[in-house]
């Protein structure tokens, strides 16, 4: 977050966040438009962005898994040195990430790394095919994502990324991936639309060679990533209030509804016990933060049942997919 936008008081932040909502909704609806069958994707990359958790995006090439990213950037004015996208390969080092050794320090005992154009700079971070990453990149990721800092001559320096996208064809079954798969607590299947959406497919992807002719983008700057980190700032501020109260008054209990949060537990311990999906402490805590996002942005704040759609999106193989999405559907069916 921007020093100007941190400092940035509660009050002010108030005045002007059904403004911010009204910005992102907007964004999130006419981007959609541009696209044949994605809105799903494009909610899951708002909520996502908005609470600054990575988000996955799992398909077969041709799939618009990348025109949805830059896209998406491209709807909030991100370009420059504040956008980063990379596809892995197992060959791929970390200096192609987080920027090769400057041999003149280097010459001074100190080792490094010249970041310029690299992801240690950049806002938005687009990771194509990140499950070809080799153990030297996997450990470096680990550390962006799970702490958003690398190391300068072995001093914890920290990354401006606010959010992070990746995407694979597949995920793979290696066990060493595992913590690297276990980041992404959302993960969204980006499907072929054309057996569904032959006539519609082909229109909207000829208006979109006639953009790319012209150069033209009347998805761009729709909102701001300003809009998205004052969001964050605000759910911060409401949660912090609510920590400081006490236990019948906190966040959860004023913005998790009794029977919804019980519906909630009742689907995680469902899925852990039928379906070996592995639901950790901090899972459980993200998946919060992630409700508390969507009801923010869809609805203005409670969480309500709808919300817990958010649980399709956690299994870890990609052969629990449409089960867990089945069973998830069904569990808040039978609430109804």
């Known amino acids: 977050m921007s020093e100007e936008i941190s400092r940035i008081g509660f009050d002010e932040l108030k005045g002007e966040i059904e403004a911010i909502r009204s910005r992102i909704n907007r964004?999130?609806?006419?981007?959609?438009?541009?696209?044949?069958?994605?809105?799903?994707?494009?909610?899951?990359?708002?909520?996502?962005?908005?609470?600054?958790?990575?988000?996955?995006?799992?398909?077969?090439?041709?799939?618009a898994k990348s025109d949805l990213v830059v896209k998406f950037c491209q709807a909030l004015g991100v370009e420059g040195t504040d956008y980063f996208e990379y596809m892995?390969?197992?060959?791929?080092?970390?200096?192609?990430?987080?920027?090769?050794?400057?041999?003149n320090q280097l010459k001074d005992g100190r080792y490094m790394r010249r970041v310029g154009g690299k992801l240690p700079e950049a806002k938005i971070v687009f990771l194509d095919e990140i499950f070809k990453s080799n153990s030297a990149i996997l450990n470096t990721l680990l550390t962006i994502i799970n702490e958003r800092k690398f190391y300068q001559d072995g001093k914890p320096v920290p990354v401006a990324m606010r959010a992070l996208f990746a995407a694979t064809n597949e995920i793979p079954e290696f066990t060493e991936l595992d913590a690297l798969k276990d980041r992404f607590i959302l993960k969204i299947e980006s499907e072929s639309v054309k057996d569904r959406y032959f006539d519609e497919l082909l229109d909207a992807g000829l208006r979109g060679e006639v953009h790319r002719a012209f150069n033209t983008?009347?998805?761009?700057?729709?909102?701001?990533l300003d809009d998205f980190l004052k969001a964050k700032l605000y759910l911060d501020h409401v949660m912090l209030q609510g920590s400081q109260g006490e236990e019948s008054d906190n966040d959860r209990t004023r913005y998790f509804p009794p029977e919804t949060y019980t519906l909630f537990k009742r689907i995680l311990k469902t899925l852990e016990k039928e379906d070996g999906i592995e639901i950790s402490d901090r899972k459980v805590v993200k998946l919060y933060r992630l409700l508390?996002?969507?009801?923010?942005?869809?609805?203005?704040?409670?969480?309500?049942?709808?919300?817990?759609v958010i649980l399709r999106y956690i299994p870890n193989r990609a052969q629990d997919f449409q089960i867990i999405r089945e069973k998830v559907d069904r569990l808040l069916r039978l609430e109804s």
């Not at 909610?43 to 077969?60: N, T």
């Not at 983008?217 to 701001?224: D, E, I, K, T, V």
């Not at 942005?297 to 709808?306: D, E, N, R, T, Y």
């Open 217 to 224: 983008r009347p998805w761009a700057n729709l909102c701001s």
């Open 88 to 103: 892995l390969t197992k060959f791929t080092e970390p200096s192609e990430i987080v920027g090769p050794i400057d041999i």
């Open 27 to 63: 964004m999130r609806s006419t981007l959609a438009s541009y696209f044949i069958a994605k809105e799903e994707i494009i909610d899951l990359m708002a909520v996502s962005a908005l609470a600054q958790e990575p988000l996955l995006l799992i398909g077969r090439p041709g799939t």
């Open 292 to 308: 508390r996002a969507r009801a923010f942005l869809f609805h203005g704040g409670v969480i309500q049942k709808s919300d817990l």
